[in-house]
Structures are given as C-alpha cells and as structure tokens.
C-alpha cells in the first residue's frame, strides 16, 4: 500500500526545492487524518520554514504523525485475579467478529486459554460466524438464541469463564450506529452486567476501526469513548485501501492509542501494534 504522504514527493520534485504548502495542505487532507489533526500537523510543518525543503518534507511530517502514536501497542497479559474480559465494539462493517477471532487466535498462539462470546444476538449471521471461527481454531464459543439479551449472556460467558479458569473472555458485542444513543445505552446495561461477577470488568474495550471509513473514525471513537470508556483501538483493512491517517486522529484527538494491527483475512493476521512499521506503511 502506498503510503499517503508519498503523493507529495510525487508533485513536488527537485532537490532543495521550496515547499509547494498548497500541495502538503491537499495531501493532508486526504489522508483520513481529519481536519484538525491534519491541520495540526501543517502548522507544525510550515513553523519549521526554511528548514524544510520537498526532499525531506515527508519525513518532517513523518516525525509530526509519530507525536501522537506510542511506540508499541500495550499488549495483553493474563490476571492472577480472574479472566480478563475484553469487549469488542464498533459500528457495522468494522471486522469485530473476524478481530475478535484473530485476536482469540493470537492469545492460543501464546499458550493462554481463551473463551470466545457472542453477544452479537441481533445478528445470526454473526454468531455463525464466530461458532464457524471457534471450530476452526478449536475455541469454545459461548452464544444463545437470535434476539436473547447480550448483557446476559456475556454475564453467563463470564461466570463460564471463571468456572474453567481461562485466562481471556472476548465478547464480540453488537455492530451498532455511534448516533443510536438507544443501542450504545446497551453497551452501558453489558458492562453493569459484567461487573455483577468482576467489579473490575470489563478490563479492556477495543474499538474495531476500520481504516477504509476515513475521518469518521474519529466521531465513531469519541461517541463510544462516552459510551463505554474505550482502552484502545484494533485498526483493520489496512491491507487494503485504508490510509491509516484515522489512527493518528483518534490518538490525538481522544487519547485512546491503536494496540493491534489487522493485515489480512488470515486467523494469523493480527499483530501488536508497531509506529516505526505503521508510519512506514502509512507515509
């Protein structure tokens, strides 16, 4: 994937040639980092003056995107306390049934034992979709009939959970609109119900964002934020035409940094997080 910012030294060419600003304000713009995160980045770029020129441009505003992303993902470990329970949410579309059994598949890999939840009981073609993942990855999934509550069934997934001492429960929630106040109200009525068995839970929330969806990304954060406190971002498609630039906004923008990366439909195709690969990748 080319990455965004590389259009500029396509039009602007010539060694120690001035900086055409018209054509880096244009590339920023269009590079899904929305407009005050892009505007941010402009400004800081043209205080620099003279010291820029269209050859070392990109890695100026490479250095800028880098200000707002960690270094690493802050990975996950296993409690002595009890499962950790992380909640998948997102909008529809996003690949949270898919991240939820990459996610699932990363934490086997390691040797840790995980159950999976779906709670997205609005949707049968989703629980079969993540029953269809647990047979394939010899993962147990825990699910219910179409339309039956998800706050009770992600309770009973975490009971389950304690019951067989696994280190991780992952529960696929509902795909819902950030505009519905109705449906993320239901985010609020899971957690309360989680927190029946583990006050503490749930002890991560991954926002499933899709790099495709451009700067709306970064309304669909801030709504869910207030929501159900978000921990960090799964950023997905960037295998993709997603230009990765909603990362750097909705770091900046809300505090809530990326943790893991999908690059492929592959069960393997998930991994932690990594700024110096992820600029690479996205400028």
């Known amino acids: 994937m080319a990455g965004w910012l590389k259009g500029i030294l396509g039009r602007i060419t010539g060694a120690h040639e001035s900086v055409d600003w018209e054509e880096v304000e244009a590339a920023l713009w269009q590079s899904d980092l929305g ?4 505007t941010a980045i402009l ?5 620099k003056g003279l010291a820029l020129h269209s050859e070392n441009v990109l890695q100026a505003a490479r250095e800028e995107a880098a200000k707002y992303l960690p270094e690493k993902g802050t990975d996950l470990s296993p409690s002595p ?5 992380i909640l998948m949410v997102g909008v529809n579309g996003t690949g949270k049934t898919t991240s939820s059994a990459k996610l699932a598949t990363l934490l ?10 779906a709670a997205d009981t609005f949707r049968a073609a989703a629980v079969e979709q993540l029953k269809s993942w647990g047979d394939r ?3 147990e999934v825990v699910s219910s009939e179409y339309g039956a509550d ?3 069934l992600c309770h009973d997934a975490l009971a389950k959970a304690k019951r067989l001492k696994s280190d991780f429960l992952i529960c696929d929630t509902a795909g819902r609109l950030h505009t519905k106040s109705n449906l993320m109200q239901e985010l609020a009525k899971v957690k309360r119900s989680l927190g029946k068995i583990d006050p503490s839970a749930p002890h991560e929330v991954f926002l499933v964002a899709d790099t495709t969806t451009g700067s709306n990304a970064v309304v669909q954060a801030k709504e869910f934020h207030a929501a159900t406190p978000l921990t ?3 950023l997905t498609k960037l295998d993709g035409s997603g230009k990765g630039g909603v990362a750097v906004a909705i770091s900046r923008e809300t505090g809530i940094a990326p943790r893991f990366v999908g690059t492929g439909e592959q069960a393997g195709d998930l991994a932690l997080f ?10």
């Open 81 to 85: 306390n009890g499962p950790v329970v």
């Open 274 to 283: 990594d700024r110096a690969s992820f600029l690479e990748r996205m400028l």
């Open 137 to 139: 990855l010899g993962i």
């Open 232 to 234: 960090g971002v799964i």
């Open 43 to 47: 400004e800081s770029l043209r205080a």
């Open 150 to 152: 998800p706050a009770a």
């Open 35 to 38: 407009a005050p995160t892009a």
């Open 108 to 117: 086997k890999s390691r040797g840790q034992s995980v159950l999976l939840c």
